[in-house]
């Protein structure tokens, strides 16, 4: 199915082929992760015929495991990665090559102008991620698993933060308990703010500083099964709360609330992204609005389709994304809510079931 995904894009999109990195896309079409080093490896798809893979010798036995058929063209470190470049475009002789912007280096891409200079690159990023827009049921499964075993592991942590801990004692914790919860990896360094660093909306956690009591504690973060990434916020005020902050975080809890009201199938992610926004510029709290309502979320954590305005794609079931207003205070505080929502033929899902009521721990 991915394969034949992939080609319609191409035929759409007037390529003779598709040259996939080491990545999600290339995940989606063989089944296969591979490190991105000083090494050139990826696969070559054709519109018609067998895909071509350019492997490192030393990768050769981890592409056969996937039983992908291809045609395999493996080179040396001494021999360097140029005639196996050569080797490939021979086969097919490719007119237009349609690449990942985001993932090929100027390493590959003069490799191929070496193997065939009158080659047109053509940037299909956000075309050849199509293939990924929609979830299967499995995915959707991966998806969730991931989701509930890092709101099973906040639950642990949150349980026992106390004032004086630092922030990097927190991730730490953090770190280890999602793991202890089944986790293979981390989405992305977890993000635990708490104070004046919860206004960086990607504050990075500090040895120095210790949590005091009227603290906003931000987490940003999420767990890994079978390849699907979660990504959770939630905010927490240590010991008590002013009034003042009470207001910022219910502020930020209703735009959350009508960022879910909005989205649905047929519904475009400007319309989502420009309710919310049009909710939080009319509060008192306007001024402290940093960034978008959301953005896809699967084998990637950022990825299409991006909740923002402007952006009039039309939300489809099995489209996933994040739901995660914020506002930020500079120098005192900053709230964000995100939850991961699954757009089902009749409406979407929250895939994140962890309380959204304010809550103070500690």
């Known amino acids: 199915m991915p394969l034949e995904q992939l080609r319609a894009v191409m035929a759409a999109e007037n390529v003779d082929a598709v040259a996939l990195m080491p990545g999600s896309n290339l995940r989606k079409v063989t089944g296969g992760t591979f490190m991105v080093n000083e090494r050139p490896t990826l696969i070559i798809v054709p519109l018609d015929g067998e895909p071509v893979a350019i492997m490192p010798t030393l990768e050769v036995p981890a592409f056969k495991s996937l039983n992908f058929s291809a045609t395999l063209i493996h ?42 200079p009158e080659i047109e690159i053509v940037d299909l990023q956000a075309e050849i991620s199509q293939i990924r827009l929609r ?41 280890i308990t ?69 207001a910022l975080y219910e502020a930020v809890k209703k735009a959350n609330e009508i960022g879910h009201a909005t989205a649905g199938p047929g519904v475009t992610c400007h319309a989502v992204d420009d309710a919310v926004l049009t909710y939080l510029e009319s509060t008192p709290q306007a001024e402290y609005i ?16 991006y909740i923002m305005r402007g952006n009039h794609q039309i939300l489809e079931p099995g489209m996933v994304f994040t739901n995660e207003p914020g506002l930020y205070v500079p120098g005192r505080l900053g709230v964000r809510i995100e939850d991961d929502v699954l757009v089902t033929p009749d409406g979407t899902r929250s895939l994140t079931s962890f309380p959204k009521e304010l809550q103070i721990i500690g």
């Open 178 to 246: 999602l793991f202890e919860h089944g986790s293979s990896g981390i989405a992305f360094g977890p993000i635990v703010a708490a104070g004046s660093n919860a206004a960086e909306p990607h504050a990075k956690a500090r040895q120095s500083y210790r949590i005091q009591l009227g603290d906003a504690l931000l987490f940003d973060f999420g767990g890994i099964v079978d390849g699907f990434n979660a990504d959770i916020t939630r905010t927490f005020f240590v010991g008590l709360v002013s009034d003042e902050d009470r």
């Open 75 to 116: 080179w040396q470190d001494a021999d360097g990665y140029q005639p196996a470049f050569d080797a490939a475009v021979e086969i097919y002789r490719p007119r237009r090559l349609g690449v990942e912007g985001q993932r090929m280096r100027v390493m590959e891409q003069q490799a191929f102008y070496r193997a065939s």
């Open 290 to 305: 940093l960034h978008k309502t959301g953005h896809g979320l699967g084998l990637d954590v950022h990825e299409d389709p």
């Open 135 to 175: 979830k299967s049921d499995a995915e959707i499964d991966a998806l969730q698993a991931a989701i509930d075993l890092s709101e099973r592991a906040l639950e642990e942590v949150i349980a026992n933060v106390k004032v004086g801990m630092t922030e990097a004692e927190i991730r730490a914790r953090l770190t």
